[in-house]
């Protein structure tokens, strides 16, 4: 309950204060609303993920960072972003995800990954019977605390 509750006030404030804190960052200027956006995301959104009911969109952003033209070229962000928005078509809430679709895109944050560049990828040549390593920055550091 709580978790949701907090999900859902970090939502709202990214919604209400998202694009207009990104353009301050940009013009490099601190802002109320850019300061409203690093709490929801630091503390509401770490807070809220524990048994928020994120699982799906950590996953999908987890496994991109096997796809090494995603890892060298997304923010990790941009993958939870594309995460969420698949999680979302999952649990059959279009409406939602075509919303959180519309917001990375009204502030520059890439939430859709092209079919051509699917194509680029290249299957791998071998087959493994181990989970592929993580290449993800951002989940070595976790793992070495």
């Given at each position: 309950?709580t978790?949701s509750?907090?999900?859902?006030?970090?939502?709202?404030?990214l919604?209400a204060?998202?694009?207009?804190?990104?353009?301050?960052?940009?013009?490099?200027?601190?802002?109320?609303?850019?300061?409203?956006?690093?709490?929801?995301?630091t503390l509401l959104?770490?807070?809220?993920?524990?048994s928020?009911?994120?699982?799906?969109?950590?996953a999908?952003?987890?496994?991109?960072?096997?796809?090494?033209?995603?890892?060298?070229?997304?923010?990790h962000?941009?993958m939870?972003?594309?995460?969420?928005?698949a999680?979302?078509?999952?649990?059959?809430?279009?409406?939602?995800?075509?919303?959180v679709?519309?917001?990375?895109?009204?502030?520059?944050?890439r939430?859709?990954?092209?079919?051509?560049?699917w194509q680029?990828?290249?299957?791998?040549?071998s087959?493994?019977?181990?989970?592929?390593?993580?290449?993800?920055?951002?989940?070595?550091?976790?793992?070495s605390?």
């Open positions: 309950m978790a509750a907090l999900g859902e006030l970090c939502a709202n404030v919604y204060d998202g694009v207009a804190a990104a353009g301050d960052v940009a013009a490099g200027a601190v802002t109320d609303a850019l300061d409203r956006v690093v709490e929801a995301n959104s770490g807070i809220g993920f524990e928020g009911g994120l699982a799906g969109a950590h999908y952003a987890q496994g991109y960072t096997n796809v090494a033209h995603v890892e060298r070229n997304y923010l962000g941009e939870v972003a594309m995460g969420v928005t999680q979302l078509m999952m649990e059959g809430d279009s409406v939602e995800a075509e919303r679709a519309a917001f990375s895109h009204a502030w520059g944050c939430s859709r990954y092209r079919r051509s560049a680029r990828i290249r299957a791998p040549t087959t493994r019977s181990s989970p592929a390593p993580n290449r993800s920055r951002r989940s070595r550091t976790c793992r605390r």
